[in-house]
Structure formats: C-alpha cells, structure tokens
C-alpha cells in the first residue's frame, strides 16, 4: 500500500489549489481516504475524508464550504480542491488510507480520527502568503 500525495506549492491567499493523492498497490473503491494536515509547531490534524463507497465525505469545520473531496476510481487517485484559502491553512497535508473491513468503513464511521487510519503517504507543502 503506497500513497503518493502531491499539488503543494506557494498560493496567495484567496487563491486555490488541488492537492492528488495517487494510490498503489491497492484499489481505493475498498479504503477511506482522510486528508490531513501539520502546521508547524502544531498536531496534525483532519482535514477531510471520502468513504471507501465514495457515497461519504466529511470535513473539518474549518474548511467547510472552501474544500472539496473527490476521487477518480478509474486513477485511483483522490482529490482535495482548496478554494479562498487562508494563511492558516498553511500546512504539509499528508492523505492516509484505512481498509473497509466489512463492518465499519473508518470515514463514515469516525470520520477524522487520525489513529484509525493505518496507512500513510508523506506529505506535500502548501503555502499560503498574505
């Protein structure tokens, strides 16, 4: 299970930018994919997440409304558009996977809980000026 997170880069703020997470060695139609991120000095935290079926999405209350999540099974890669970004969203965003295990699918069921998602890419840098 690889993920490969990539789309960073230095935006002004009220800009946009999408952000790619390109999965390997697992198909994404069976795993819940989180975004999360890490600003400096700071925990990292959820940011958004899309169930395994893709019919479930949450997000943080801090990005309602200006993040999206999607994904292209047929890539199998998943997408975060960030719109009317802001100097705070300033952060390396890391995307994670979890496996629906038959019962509970982890997006849906605990939505942004960082531990409940097993699998890591390494993170992209997003930079936000003002």
């Known amino acids: 299970v690889q993920l490969q997170a990539s789309g960073g880069g230095l935006v002004q703020a009220g800009g946009s930018r999408r952000l790619s997470c390109a999965a390997s060695?697992?198909?994404?139609?069976?795993?819940?994919i989180g975004w999360f991120r890490q600003a400096p000095g700071k925990e990292r935290e959820g940011v958004s997440c899309?169930?395994?079926?893709?019919?479930?999405?949450y997000y943080a209350d801090s990005v309602k409304g200006r993040f999206t999540i999607s994904r292209d099974v047929a890539k199998n890669t998943v997408y975060l558009q960030m719109n009317s970004l802001k100097p705070e969203d300033t952060a390396v965003y890391y995307c994670?996977?979890?496996?629906?295990?038959?019962?509970?699918?982890?997006?849906?069921?605990?939505?942004?809980?960082?531990?409940?998602?097993?699998?890591w890419g390494q993170g992209t840098l997003v930079t936000v000026s003002s």
């Open positions: 994670a996977a979890d496996p629906f295990n038959g019962a509970i699918d982890t997006c849906a069921g605990y939505g942004l809980a960082r531990d409940e998602y097993h699998f």
């Open positions: 899309i169930s395994s079926g893709g019919g479930r999405t």
């Open positions: 060695g697992f198909t994404l139609a069976y795993y819940a």
